[in-house]
């Protein structure tokens, strides 16, 4: 092995953030579709309303729904873009501040998110045995975005830390956190 060659931890660092590229890749890609989806089911409504007077009594719902799972997989996407609304962004000629960073976003969203994945699943089995008015099926699957969405932004921050290890990682998550920095003075 080379001095120059990368670690076994920097090489692992590097897939699981290719992972994590994929996945938000996906994430943004349904993400759109659902609002896209939404979109179209609204207009639907509309049309139906104003010019048939008969609007379908399922399009409400889907609609919502649809927003539910376009947002919340957005708010994954936001998360691994760096997009997420943030109080303080480090400069990105100061590494230190910027491995920082990672760490304390990968303990932020584990603090917050961990309990709200805890009380996730109780209320997943709950709408397992209900079924919607409007499209009579389980409410469990507008309930499932929630833990998909909270998985999705805690494997991002995990992939993040690789940052720590990996001068490829570090150089992503700049160039993320670069692009939706703001200017601030040092």
Request: proline letters at 5%.
């Amino acid at each position: 092995m080379s001095a120059s060659s990368p670690s076994f931890i920097a090489r692992a660092a590097e897939r699981l953030y290719s992972v994590s590229e994929a996945l938000n890749w996906t994430a943004r890609r349904a993400a759109a579709l659902f609002f896209l989806a939404m979109l179209v089911t609204m207009m639907l409504q509309v049309v139906a309303r104003y010019a048939f007077s008969s609007p379908p009594f399922w399009t409400e719902e889907l609609a919502r729904w649809l927003m539910v799972w376009g947002g919340l997989l957005g708010a994954s996407c936001a998360f691994h873009t760096h997009a997420d609304p943030a109080m303080v962004h480090a400069p990105t000629h100061s590494v230190w501040r910027q491995k920082v960073q990672a760490v304390a976003r990968f303990v932020a969203a584990w603090a917050f998110f961990l309990p709200v994945l805890w009380y996730t699943y109780p209320y997943f089995i709950r709408q397992i045995a209900r079924t919607s008015e409007g499209l009579e099926v389980s409410t469990a699957w507008m309930a499932a975005a929630l833990p998909v969405s909270l998985f999705l932004i805690l494997f991002h921050g995990f992939a993040g830390l690789g940052a720590l290890v990996s001068p490829r990682v570090y150089e992503r998550e700049i160039s993320y956190a670069d692009h939706y920095a703001t200017s601030s003075p040092e």
